[in-house]
């Protein structure tokens, strides 16, 4: 079938306007002859193009005026510097930031007694004194203290320190999509009564990419509530196509970490195996009352408390 050109109402003019020279529609060229400014006025049911006035000419660009402070001061949370492994001991991002996209963890809080916070300051000394890079991840009494996380007069730590046990695997979600998941998590697990957790022996792990090696307590007794926890997370990040939980998960709350395999090293790992033979009891009857899930989102944290049974 032949193409047919239907003309439009300001083709009654022709193809000459005002010192334009073109070809219609199927020529695919258009050709300016001057460089007078134009301006486009409606005539009747008709379009023509006239050359711009002098005073449109002369116009002056009008500048708009600077936010104010109120309203900067909105957003100044949602700015995050870059990367600088010097300032996060050697740390870098397992994926690189975009923004409007936020990095999310689901973990429980593990609340250290006493007697469970001894014998882990017992095995990270241990650790370091064989691999002098392991970072601890209790935190001193002074930096507490100068935080205001404990009272000045308090004398140990064990209190203030909590570890954690993931629930998710590093996962990322657009802004618009946060507040959504914390009110899943939220309407999730708040029917959901509380439960114990003990530590059944010591463990090396890296994380995904390897850049960095934990040590870290393995969950003996709460494995199958974990289990259970983790199967209605799964539903929920899927539901933001986000990855479920590793197969066959190994619980556990990291006390110790290097970068690469630090504390992978033999000598750590026996050493390891042996303080577990000798605290392996005394750690196997320290019992976590595992009270909430919490999440991170950013430098953000929330949590949904969990019955009192």
């Known amino acids: 079938m032949p193409l047919v ?26 050709q300016i002859s001057n460089a007078i400014p134009l301006t486009r006025q409606q005539t009747g049911n008709k379009r023509q193009l006239e050359p711009a006035s002098d005073v449109e000419k002369g116009r002056k660009k009008v500048s708009l005026p600077p936010l104010p402070s109120t309203l900067i001061d909105l957003y100044k949370d949602r700015e995050r510097p870059p990367d600088n492994p010097d300032r996060h001991q050697g740390r870098i991002r397992a ?29 990270t000394k241990t650790a370091r004194s064989l691999a002098p890079s392991t970072i601890s991840m209790l935190q001193s009494v002074e930096s507490l203290k100068k935080k205001g996380d404990i009272p000045v007069e308090a004398e140990s730590a064990e209190d203030a320190t909590e570890l954690h046990i993931s629930l998710t695997r590093p996962i990322y979600l657009q802004e ?4 959504h998941f914390a009110s ?30 934990f040590l870290s307590l393995r969950v003996g007794a709460g494995h199958a509530q974990l289990e259970s926890l983790v199967a209605e997370m ?66 953000k944290t929330g949590s949904v408390e969990l019955l009192v049974d």
């Not at 239907?6 to 306007?17: A, H, Q, R, T």
């Not at 618009?176 to 507040?179: D, K, V």
Request: hydrophobic letters at 30%; glycine letters at 10%; charged letters at 25%.
């Open 5 to 30: 050109d239907y003309g439009s109402s300001s083709d009654e003019d022709g193809n000459e306007i005002q010192g334009i020279s073109t070809t219609n529609s199927l020529g695919g060229k258009h």
């Open 95 to 123: 994926r690189a930031h975009v923004d409007g996209s936020w990095p999310v963890h689901v973990y429980l809080e593990v609340k250290l007694s006493h007697e469970l916070f001894d014998i882990v300051s017992t095995l």
């Open 176 to 179: 618009l999509h946060l507040g």
């Open 184 to 213: 899943d998590i939220r309407d999730t697990f708040k029917n959901r009564k509380r439960f114990n957790v003990n530590f059944s022996g010591v463990q090396s792990f890296s994380n995904d990419d390897q850049t960095r090696s």
């Open 234 to 299: 799964d539903v929920i990040a899927q539901r933001y196509s986000q990855p479920k939980f590793y197969p066959d998960p190994q619980f556990h709350a990291s006390f110790a970490w290097a970068l690469g395999g630090g504390v992978l090293n033999p000598k750590v790992v026996d050493s390891m195996s042996e303080l577990d033979g000798e605290l392996g009891h005394d750690l196997r009857h320290c019992s976590v009352k595992v009270k909430k899930v919490s999440w991170k989102i950013g430098q």
